[in-house]
Each structure stands twice: as structure tokens, then as C-alpha cells.
């Protein structure tokens, strides 16, 4: 008899219990997981540090013009993407072309290169580099 009650309530139990969810990226983006706004806390200023340093990234206090933030926040809802990000990006690709730019002159500066050891060691002067990219 007692088997039979304990069998049961394990029957019981287990038809009742909530299905689990994989705790995946994709349950959690989708929304699958919950989103309920009571479970929502702030992580812990130094789990955000560790997040910033495992991502290579630092927080920077900027100032710009309204203006260009709202248009970034345009284009960033047409692009689905937050609008930092977009600015991210931005600014990544700026860098990058800056650095192509610098490169190619210094490229060019080359009949002022001499050689040492197998290695040429080139020498440009600051302005002479800012006329060259400009």
C-alpha cells in the first residue's frame, strides 16, 4: 500500500513539474527563458569590470551634439542594432581607415628610408605625414 501511494505522488509530482528550459543564447535573446521585469537585477559593479575586461573594453565619459546622437539612434533602429554599438563601429572603422591612410603615406615616404641590418627604418616628420593624409 505504501508503494503505491509514494508511486502516486511521484507520478503526480512529475506530471506537475514546469518542463526545464536549455539556458541557451538563443532561449535567453529569444525570450524563452522569461523576461519578467520582477527577476531583473543589476550585476554587481565588478561583475561589469570583469564583462568590460573579458570584452577588451573600457567605459569613456564623451560629450556630442544631440544631434548626432539622434541620428545615429535613427540609423541604428533602421540597422535593428542599439545605436552604441552603431557608434562602436563607427568609430572602429574611422580607426581603421585612419591607420590605412598614415600606412600608405609612410609607404610612399619610402625614398627617405634607409637601410640598417636588412631592416629599412623609415623617418617622416609629423607635418610632412599630415599633408600626406590630408
Known amino acids: 500500500m ?16 514546469p518542463k526545464k528550459i536549455k539556458g541557451s543564447v538563443e532561449n535567453w535573446e529569444s525570450g524563452t527563458l522569461g523576461r519578467d521585469a520582477r527577476y531583473v537585477k543589476r ?15 573600457q567605459a569613456i565619459s564623451i560629450r556630442l551634439d544631440r544631434d548626432l546622437i539622434e541620428t545615429f539612434k535613427q540609423i541604428a533602429r533602421i540597422h535593428n542594432i542599439g ?14 581607415a585612419e591607420i590605412k591612410a598614415i600606412l600608405s603615406a ?17 623617418e617622416i ?4 605625414l599630415q599633408r600626406h593624409v590630408a
Not at 562602436?88 to 572603422?93: D, F, K, S
Not at 628610408?113 to 623609415?122: D, E, F, I
Request: a negative charge.
Open 2 to 17: 505504501r508503494r503505491v501511494v509514494l508511486a502516486s505522488l511521484f507520478e503526480e509530482k512529475r506530471m506537475t513539474a
Open 106 to 122: 609612410v609607404a610612399n615616404a619610402s625614398d627617405k628610408s634607409v637601410q640598417q641590418g636588412g631592416k629599412h627604418t623609415v
Open 83 to 96: 545605436y552604441q554599438p552603431l557608434m562602436r563601429e563607427a568609430l572602429r572603422r574611422f580607426a581603421d
Open 43 to 57: 550585476a554587481s559593479a565588478e561583475l561589469e569590470r570583469e564583462i568590460d575586461e573579458a570584452q577588451g573594453m
Open 125 to 128: 616628420k609629423l607635418d610632412d
